[in-house]
C-alpha cells in the first residue's frame, strides 16, 4: 500500500505542470520597441556630448600640446622652433633646478596641509558645538576662502613689512624680538610665512567638509562611547576620526594636488625669493615660458609636475584601498 502512495506521488510530481507558458516577445514587438530604443540612445549621447566636448577643450586638448610642445625648442613670441624629441626632458630631469624647485614644492604643500588640516579639524569641531554667534562664526570663517588672492597677499604683505609692518611691532613691543623681522626677506622666514599664509588662505575648504561631515554622525555613537567610560579624546580618536576619515582621504587629495599647482600666493608674497629659496615649480614654468621665452622647457617642466602627481595620486588612493579593505 505504502510502494502504491509512493508510485502515485512520484508519478503526480513527474507530470509536466500545467501553469502558464512564459511571455515572449514576438518578431513584431521588438521591430516597433527597437525605434524608440534608438532614440532613447541618440538622446542621451546628445545631452552628453556637450560636456563632453567642454571637458576636451579644457582638459584634453591642453594636455595633448603641452606633451606636444614639451618635444619642440619653441621661442614664445613667435611659437616657433624646431623638433628636440626627449632632449628637453634630458635637460630638465639633469638639472639641479628641477630637483631643488621639487624639494621646494614639496615642502610647501606638506607644510601647509598639515595646518589646513589641524587648523581646519579643529574649527569645524567648534563650531559644530552649540556656541554663542555659532551662525555668524560659520560665516565669517569662509571670509580668507572667498578673499581674492591679491587683497589677500597686499594685506599680508603689509603685515609683514620689516619696517612699518605691525607684526614686527607687536613682537618688539612685548619683547619677543630687539630689532624688525624680515618676514619675507631670508629663510626660513620667507618659507614659513607662506606656508602660513596659504593655510590661513585655504583652510575654510577644509572646514566646510569636515562640518558638513559632522552634523551626519549619529548622537548615538556617542552616547555609547560616553556609556563606556570614553573621555573628550577617546570620543574623538574612537568615533569622530573613523568616521571622518573618508572625507578627510578626498580632501586630502583635492588640497594636495591644488596646493602643489598653487601660483599666484606664492609669486605675489615672494615671487620665488630670496635666491629661489621659495621657488616652486608652478614658477618655474612661469619663468621659463615669459621670462627666457622658453616654451619647450616651460612645457616640459609642466609635464613632469604632472607626471609627479600622478606618481602620488596612485601611492595615495593604493594606500587609502589598502587600509579600507
Given at each position: 500500500?505504502?510502494?502504491?502512495?509512493?508510485?502515485?506521488?512520484?508519478?503526480?510530481?513527474?507530470?509536466?505542470?500545467?501553469?502558464?507558458?512564459?511571455?515572449?516577445?514576438?518578431?513584431?514587438?521588438?521591430?516597433?520597441?527597437?525605434?524608440?530604443?534608438?532614440?532613447?540612445?541618440?538622446?542621451?549621447?546628445?545631452?552628453?556630448?556637450?560636456?563632453?566636448?567642454?571637458?576636451?577643450?579644457?582638459?584634453?586638448?591642453?594636455l595633448v600640446s603641452a606633451i606636444y610642445l614639451?618635444?619642440?625648442?619653441?621661442?614664445?613670441?613667435?611659437?616657433?622652433?624646431?623638433?628636440?624629441?626627449?632632449?628637453?626632458?634630458?635637460?630638465?630631469?639633469?638639472?639641479?633646478?628641477?630637483?631643488?624647485?621639487?624639494?621646494?614644492?614639496?615642502?610647501?604643500?606638506?607644510?601647509?596641509?598639515?595646518?589646513?588640516?589641524?587648523?581646519?579639524?579643529?574649527?569645524?569641531?567648534?563650531?559644530?558645538?552649540?556656541?554663542?554667534?555659532?551662525?555668524?562664526?560659520?560665516?565669517?570663517?569662509?571670509?580668507?576662502?572667498?578673499?581674492?588672492?591679491?587683497?589677500?597677499?597686499?594685506?599680508?604683505?603689509?603685515?609683514?613689512?620689516?619696517?612699518?609692518?605691525?607684526?614686527?611691532?607687536?613682537?618688539?613691543?612685548?619683547?619677543?624680538?630687539?630689532?624688525?623681522?624680515?618676514?619675507?626677506?631670508?629663510?626660513?622666514?620667507?618659507?614659513?610665512?607662506?606656508?602660513?599664509?596659504?593655510?590661513?588662505?585655504?583652510?575654510?575648504?577644509?572646514?566646510?567638509?569636515?562640518?558638513?561631515?559632522?552634523?551626519?554622525?549619529?548622537?548615538?555613537?556617542?552616547?555609547?562611547?560616553?556609556?563606556?567610560?570614553?573621555?573628550?579624546?577617546?570620543?574623538?580618536?574612537?568615533?569622530?576620526?573613523?568616521?571622518?576619515?573618508?572625507?578627510?582621504?578626498?580632501?586630502?587629495?583635492?588640497?594636495?594636488?591644488?596646493?602643489?599647482?598653487?601660483?599666484?600666493?606664492?609669486?605675489?608674497?615672494?615671487?620665488?625669493?630670496?635666491?629661489?629659496?621659495t621657488r616652486t615649480l608652478p614658477l618655474i614654468?612661469?619663468?621659463?615660458?615669459?621670462?627666457?621665452?622658453?616654451?619647450?622647457?616651460?612645457?616640459?617642466?609642466?609635464?613632469?609636475?604632472?607626471?609627479?602627481?600622478?606618481?602620488?595620486?596612485l601611492i595615495y588612493l593604493y594606500r587609502a584601498?589598502?587600509?579600507?579593505?
Open positions: 500500500m505504502t510502494c502504491r502512495r509512493a508510485e502515485a506521488a512520484s508519478a503526480a510530481f513527474d507530470q509536466p505542470s500545467h501553469s502558464e507558458p512564459p511571455m515572449t516577445i514576438s518578431a513584431s514587438q521588438h521591430q516597433t520597441r527597437n525605434p524608440l530604443e534608438r532614440r532613447y540612445a541618440l538622446l542621451g549621447v546628445a545631452l552628453i556630448a556637450p560636456t563632453v566636448l567642454i571637458l576636451c577643450a579644457v582638459i584634453v586638448y591642453p614639451s618635444l619642440f625648442s619653441i621661442y614664445t613670441p613667435t611659437l616657433k622652433g624646431s623638433w628636440v624629441g626627449l632632449d628637453n626632458y634630458v635637460q630638465v630631469f639633469g638639472s639641479s633646478g628641477f630637483w631643488n624647485a621639487l624639494g621646494t614644492t614639496v615642502i610647501w604643500t606638506v607644510g601647509t596641509l598639515l595646518l589646513q588640516i589641524v587648523f581646519g579639524v579643529a574649527m569645524a569641531l567648534l563650531l559644530n558645538q552649540n556656541i554663542l554667534f555659532r551662525s555668524l562664526a560659520r560665516s565669517l570663517v569662509l571670509f580668507p576662502y572667498f578673499l581674492s588672492t591679491v587683497v589677500a597677499v597686499l594685506i599680508w604683505r603689509w603685515l609683514f613689512n620689516d619696517l612699518y609692518g605691525i607684526l614686527s611691532h607687536l613682537l618688539i613691543q612685548l619683547g619677543v624680538v630687539d630689532m624688525p623681522v624680515d618676514w619675507l626677506g631670508k629663510m626660513p622666514n620667507a618659507m614659513e610665512s607662506i606656508i602660513f599664509v596659504g593655510a590661513w588662505k585655504f583652510f575654510p575648504f577644509v572646514v566646510i567638509a569636515v562640518l558638513a561631515r559632522l552634523q551626519t554622525i549619529p548622537e548615538q555613537l556617542y552616547e555609547a562611547a560616553t556609556i563606556d567610560g570614553a573621555g573628550v579624546f577617546g570620543r574623538f580618536f574612537d568615533v569622530t576620526l573613523p568616521q571622518l576619515k573618508d572625507v578627510l582621504t578626498i580632501v586630502i587629495l583635492l588640497r594636495t594636488i591644488w596646493d602643489f599647482k598653487e601660483f599666484d600666493l606664492i609669486y605675489l608674497l615672494t615671487g620665488g625669493g630670496p635666491v629661489n629659496s614654468v612661469y619663468q621659463q615660458a615669459f621670462g627666457l621665452n622658453q616654451m619647450g622647457i616651460a612645457a616640459t617642466y609642466a609635464v613632469a609636475m604632472m607626471l609627479v602627481m600622478l606618481a602620488f595620486m584601498r589598502r587600509q579600507a579593505a
